[in-house]
């Protein structure tokens, strides 16, 4: 016969089962962090909107003609943009990204995120000098733009655009026209194209859990010395030459940082809110996101210095851009970068070469300020062109918070 005390079986069953809900609550807990990770490894779905662009419905035809005579010519073959943004995106999308081709796909999520290439602006500039000579010019900018298609807010918008430049003996025909406009979409020279740069910012882009911080290119100030250099094309409207040097210095920095840029509102929306229409005639309403950081900018103008006479008679000319640049927190009125900058790009101008355009070289010493002052803030860029290119005395210190700023954009 075996006796024992109630009393040590009431404490052995207690440590029992204190023992069991430790096991229990650990077991739980265990479950519940692999759950989470494996919810974090799980690709986010995106669906695919295909091919779309800015502004009102209205005055799509005027304002993208060419644009939408190439998407006119894909769909006639049976291969039209969106389908063919699909297929590769499928075999390019990385592993954090699943892209599906239908938003009613994502019926059902609490969040139903979507990425569309959206065309904000197209120009064709045909320019005759002396007799013969004639320039062609297509310039073609867009958004790689994710947006929330049940709150229709933009989430991640990455700038893109793509510039090709053709001399003719002639005037171009319509034909020679659109065979430019598709490689602008295509690609040429070795360069990606559009098309391939949306693919690219979709495999690459980042899309965290957490509500990010915004930036966004909000005023822009060309004074009349630096208009007086920009081409009619670029001034030909209102508001046309604010909106052009916003779309260079947002692609320059979000290119080259990864940060994504909300769109400049005054070239693309009205009361921040962007009315985007998709080649199958749908017709969508985004918000903009607030900045939580503003960049300023000042377009002082431009000046071409002779620099040197070079052997066979050419002649080389340094083109300098002068600007302003401020990074701002407006709640705050915090200054995270305030300077101006200057940046010169030598040419060498053949004695034979009858005419010359300096648009092309000034364009390219202004952009150039701008993606190697980008280049900095990734700490990819030459600090030596940095100390010569800013006025400000701190701007060192003043780099290693813009650095930071950007870190909280991603």
């Keep these: 016969m075996v006796f024992f005390s109630v009393e040590k079986c009431s404490a052995a069953l207690y440590c029992g089962l204190g023992g069991s809900r430790k096991w229990l609550t650990g077991l739980f807990l265990l479950v519940l962090a692999v759950t989470q990770a494996a919810r974090a490894q799980q690709p986010v779905e995106v669906a695919l909107a295909g091919f779309a662009y800015s502004g009102s419905a209205s005055t799509i035809a005027s304002r993208f003609p060419y644009s939408q005579r190439y998407d006119e010519s894909l769909k006639a073959t049976g291969t039209p943009i969106g389908q063919g943004l699909f297929r590769a995106l499928a075999t390019a999308t990385p592993a954090h990204l699943k892209i599906v081709s239908q938003i009613d796909d994502l019926k059902g999520r609490d969040q139903a995120l979507a990425v569309a290439l959206v065309i904000g602006s197209e120009t064709v500039s045909r320019e005759q000098f002396g007799d013969r000579l004639h320039k062609l010019m297509v310039l073609i900018r867009g958004q790689t733009m994710f947006f929330d298609f049940k709150s229709m807010n933009v989430v991640r918008a990455y700038p893109i655009s793509f510039a090709y430049i053709d001399l ?76 052009w040097a916003a779309d260079l210095v947002s692609e320059a920095i979000s290119t080259r940082t990864g940060v994504p840029i909300v769109p400049y509102a005054k070239g693309y929306a009205i009361g921040n809110v962007m009315s985007m229409r998709v080649s199958d005639g749908t017709v969508w309403e985004l918000k903009l996101p607030k900045p939580d950081y503003e960049i300023r900018v000042s377009f002082n103008g431009f000046k071409k210095v002779r620099f040197s006479e070079v052997q066979g008679g050419a002649t080389s000319f340094v083109y300098g851009a002068y600007a302003d640049l401020n990074v701002v927190e407006p709640l705050s009125n915090k200054v995270y970068l305030s300077t101006a900058l200057k940046n010169g790009e030598t040419r060498v101008i053949p004695a034979s070469q009858p005419y010359v355009d300096d648009f092309p070289h000034y364009y390219d010493s202004i952009n150039q300020l701008f993606v190697k002052l980008a280049l900095v803030m990734s700490g990819k860029g030459d600090d030596k062109w940095l100390k010569s290119a800013a006025a400000a005395k701190d701007i060192d210190q003043q780099i290693v918070q813009t650095k930071e700023l950007m870190k909280l954009c991603k």
Excluded: C, W
């Design 168 to 243: 003719f003996d002639h005037a171009p025909t319509p034909d020679e026209i659109m065979a430019r406009v598709k490689l602008v979409y295509e690609g040429a020279n070795g360069k990606p194209g559009l098309l391939a740069r949306f693919i690219n910012n979709v495999t690459q882009a980042e899309l965290p859990a957490q509500v990010p911080r915004f930036l966004q290119v909000t005023n822009v100030s060309p004074k009349p010395e630096a208009l007086d250099a920009l081409p009619p094309y670029i001034k030909s409207e209102p508001g046309a030459a604010e909106t």
